[in-house]
């Protein structure tokens, strides 16, 4: 049984900086495509970001193209968000998931508070 386990939320102040880890354990996790969502309370969860299994194909919302970059290190079984120039919308808790068919994502992680002040 897979599972996921992210760190590195916490409080911020707008336009800082935070580098989200996920890690994978008990699964091939570097077969898999891989992206981070978030959800701000009384929102719908949104994907903010999804990598390849390779690592070469990378996808962003339009909310954090240019301020957030993905990356995977599959030696490491880890994945990890850059998220810079953070604003206050960039609020909510992040999840990261494996997909295990398109647009499918089977396995989830716990979570990862990211707070934003003024």
């Known amino acids: 049984q897979g599972q996921l386990a992210e760190s590195g939320g916490g409080s911020v102040q707008a336009g800082g900086s935070l580098r989200l880890s996920c890690e994978a354990s008990g699964r091939a996790f570097s077969s898999y495509d891989m992206a981070w969502f978030r959800q701000a309370p009384g929102t719908d969860r949104e994907r903010v970001a999804a990598i390849s299994f390779s690592g070469r194909n990378t996808h962003y919302a339009d909310s954090v193209k240019g301020r957030f970059s993905i990356s995977r290190d599959n030696a490491k079984n880890t994945v990890y968000l850059q998220m810079n120039n953070l604003k206050l919308e960039d609020t909510a808790v992040y999840y990261c998931?494996?997909?295990?068919?398109?647009?499918?994502?089977?396995?989830w992680g716990q979570g990862t508070q990211v707070t934003v002040s003024p």
């Open positions: 998931a494996s997909e295990s068919v398109p647009g499918e994502y089977d396995y």
